[in-house]
Nanobody, 124 residues
Framework: QVTLVESGGGSVQAGGSLRLSCAVF????????MGWFRQAPGKEREGVAS???????SYIYSVKGRFTISQNNAKTALSLQMNSLKPEDSAMYYC??????????????????WGQGTQVTVSS
């Protein structure tokens, strides 16, 4: 059983930065994938970035060059550094975890474990 706890959300003006963190409990080693997703009111859940066991990363086009996903060596912490934030980045952000080698940035249904979410609000 894996438990995820996010932190680091908040309110910021456009152009600002935020760093989201996700503590991973229950990871005992093995192939896995972790990702960040977001959902704004009235919109579908959207994948943002993913990282696999070996550290390979993937991003959706709209955040490339602005967001960076990373994990620590022990795979017990996942982060999302968000720079040059835009109002359209405002959403509830969730970290997610799945076992196995399949790693998708957009296929949220493939993930087995989810955090409770942290709100990000970007004002213009």
């Amino acid at each position: 059983q894996v438990t995820l706890v996010e932190s680091g959300g908040g309110s910021v003006q456009a152009g600002g930065s935020l760093r989201l963190s996700c503590a991973v409990f229950g990871y005992g080693g093995g192939s896995h994938c972790m990702g960040w997703f977001r959902q704004a009111p009235g919109k579908e859940r959207e994948g943002v970035a993913s990282i696999d066991t070996d550290g390979s990363t993937s991003y959706i086009y709209s955040v490339k060059g602005r967001f960076t996903i990373s994990q620590n060596n022990a795979k017990t912490a996942l982060s999302l550094q968000m720079n040059s934030l835009k109002p359209e980045d405002s959403a509830m952000y969730y970290c997610a975890f799945r076992w196995g080698s399949y790693c998708s940035t957009v296929d949220w249904s493939a993930y087995n474990y989810w955090g409770q979410g942290t709100q990000v609000t970007v004002s213009s």
